[in-house]
């Protein structure tokens, strides 16, 4: 008997541990991403989180993919939280063209923060509720999410990646290829000097001699940054003062800072929250913390039965 309540109780932390969220497994990699180089044209299947957003068939902003059903991106890409005319494009390489590995998929609900200040850029952030859910493939998988812990600091590599302008209206040339960009994150202190409204819930990442910056057309796409062998979302693209400007860095919204909002809005199959901090050298995926917590109890009482 007792040998049977331990196999049991093993099998059932198993399944908890692996089988029960299989997006944390998941989550983060890009098994497809073997080239790392700035500044231009990404490999196919390098960000598999990448979404494209068309309204009337054409790219508006960018988003990341966080789940089998939900895009994070940002408020200021929506005037309305209208789904009218919709499309996001996953595993998509080029605007122009064919492209064998993407999948297109309408959207059934825009979820806005509802504290989102045109003025400020406070708070720009905003979900995409898909109207079915997607299929994981080498071309086509959620990315980690920073958790509320997380910390970015100044000098940290980032990448920033979408189809947006090349430079201040300059329209990305055809084929119109995903286009891939490292840049290091910049002190909220030091980017606040720039911008002078800089909040906790925004991050900053440039290079002080300008030439490499997200654009128009790069809004609600991701920013992240890799911890050990996967990706983490630490920023959604919002605002800057132009593009590539020497000492003047991109702003992003502060994605750690949403950990409890974005949990709220999505009822089930949670986004997989890391926490990442200075020096870490491989992040803790939140879910599997929560987990083990929620299983000991029940562990203890089959051996207390026993």
Request: with cysteine; proline share 4%; hydrophobic share 35%.
């Amino acid at each position: 008997m007792e040998v049977k309540l331990l196999v049991w109780a093993v099998v059932l932390l198993a399944l908890i541990l692996t089988g029960n969220d299989a997006q944390s497994d998941v989550c983060g990699t890009a098994p497809l991403n073997t080239k790392i180089v700035g500044g231009q044209g990404a490999a196919a299947g390098a960000w598999p989180w990448q979404a494209s957003l068309h309204r009337n068939g054409r790219h508006f902003c960018g988003g990341s993919l966080i789940n089998n059903q939900w895009i994070l991106t940002a408020t200021h890409c929506f005037s309305s939280s209208s789904t009218s005319s919709m499309v996001v494009y996953l595993g998509r390489e080029t605007q122009e063209g064919l492209n064998s590995n993407e999948k297109s998929v309408t959207v059934s609900r825009i979820i806005r923060h509802p504290d989102y200040n045109k003025d400020t850029h406070e708070n720009d952030i905003a979900l995409l509720e898909l109207s079915s859910t997607v299929e994981f493939t080498n071309y086509i998988r959620p990315v980690c999410l920073a958790a509320g812990n997380s910390t970015f600091p100044a000098g940290r590599t980032s990448w920033v990646t979408g189809w947006g302008d090349i430079r201040n209206g300059v329209s990305l040339p055809s084929p119109k290829r995903l286009q891939e960009v490292s840049i290091p994150v910049v002190s909220n202190t030091q980017c606040n000097n720039v911008y002078g409204t800089i909040t906790s819930n925004m991050i900053c990442a440039g290079v002080s001699e300008g030439g490499k910056d997200s654009c128009q057309g790069d809004s609600g796409g991701p920013m992240v940054s890799k911890d050990g062998s996967r990706w983490v979302q630490a920023g959604v693209v919002s605002f800057g003062s132009g593009c590539a400007r020497p000492n003047i860095p991109g702003v992003y919204t502060r994605v750690s800072e949403y950990e409890n909002w974005v949990r709220s809005q999505i009822s089930s199959d949670q986004p997989s929250f890391v926490d990442l901090s200075e020096g870490s050298a491989a992040g803790t995926t939140r879910f599997v913390s929560l987990s083990v917590l929620l299983i000991l109890p029940v562990l203890l009482s089959l051996f207390i039965l026993s």
